[in-house]
């Protein structure tokens, strides 16, 4: 059986005739209750992840603000989901703005976490 998915819950919800706003509310509340259920069956384990070539070591401000534009990115990209469900919908432009947002979103990010060139084989 397929895992349930945001976009299940909240297509469901939008199917019993649940206004809009009220089905986005009870599907972020499902995907916060998925979120910490599995954070539960899930052996957390600490690690140090590996560098990235050019990012430098971050402030936790820096961290959180990233996270909450994931978030945010997030919600948006799965809202373009669900009106490409919608056969009226121009799928041409559909992809245009989920292009957009997307580099709108990494451009704030990069804005945030500001990485530096790299040095490559040759450089002084």
């Known amino acids: 059986m397929r895992k349930?998915?945001?976009?299940?819950v909240l297509w469901r919800e939008?199917?019993?005739?649940?206004p809009r706003e009220e089905a986005i509310y009870r599907a972020d509340r499902w995907s916060e209750r998925q979120e910490k259920k599995e954070k539960k069956e899930k052996k957390m384990t600490d690690?140090?992840?590996?560098?990235?070539?050019g990012y430098t070591a971050q402030i936790d401000e820096n961290v959180q603000m990233v996270n909450l534009n994931k978030r945010a990115e997030e919600r948006i990209l799965r809202d373009i989901d669900l009106y490409g469900m919608n056969p009226d919908v121009d799928k041409r432009w559909l992809?245009?703005?989920?292009?957009?947002?997307e580099q709108g979103f990494m451009?704030?990010?990069?804005?945030?976490?500001?990485?530096?060139?790299?040095?490559?084989?040759?450089?002084?």
């Open 107 to 124: 451009a704030m990010n990069r804005a945030i976490f500001k990485p530096q060139r790299i040095k490559l084989d040759g450089d002084e």
């Open 95 to 101: 992809a245009i703005a989920k292009n957009h947002i």
């Open 47 to 53: 690690h140090k992840p590996l560098p990235v070539a």
């Open 4 to 8: 349930l998915t945001y976009s299940d």
């Open 14 to 18: 939008l199917k019993k005739g649940v």
